[in-house]
């Protein structure tokens, strides 16, 4: 009898909560369903990473801006060091960057190859991202 697959984790890149996949797609009435039959904002996955970090990558800004007000933390790192405002600066866009800074998130955090996020978004050729953090952190 053949066995079933066993399931996919984080690390191979599947969302291993109803929370973290509702993040990564955007689906805000899940993840307020979620939220409200107690789920947790800020439970790490294999990957060392919360729901927000997904929906930060994905440039989900709604979610995002929710998931804040449900008590997200940004200052968590994934395995690799990367915060939710890395995640944004790197795969997002820049209403969701300006949404994790307004709240709060750390300009200055580096990674586990010791970039900032300005220097993720410039890596990943978002200059209008790093031009904004860069202000940002100037003020």
């Known amino acids: 009898m ?10 191979e890149g599947a969302a291993e909560t109803p929370l973290h996949s509702a993040a990564w ?12 039959s107690g789920a947790d904002v800020n439970y790490r996955d294999t990957a060392g990473e919360t729901p927000v ?5 994905w440039g989900r800004a709604e979610m995002v801006a929710y998931l804040i007000s449900a008590g997200a933390r940004l200052d968590i790192p994934g395995t690799t060091g990367l915060t939710p405002l890395h995640w944004a600066a790197g795969w997002g866009n820049l209403e969701t960057v ?12 580096r990674n586990d190859f010791g970039q900032t996020a300005a220097e993720v978004a410039l890596e990943h050729r ?14």
């Open 2 to 11: 053949a066995r079933a697959p066993e399931p996919l984790t984080a690390r």
């Open 25 to 36: 797609s955007g689906d805000l009435k899940e993840a307020k369903a979620l939220v409200a």
């Open 53 to 57: 970090h997904g929906a930060a990558g």
């Open 98 to 109: 300006k949404i994790l800074v307004e709240a709060g998130a750390n300009l200055n955090v």
């Open 126 to 139: 978002k200059a209008d991202i790093a031009a904004f953090l860069r202000s940002r952190n100037d003020a």
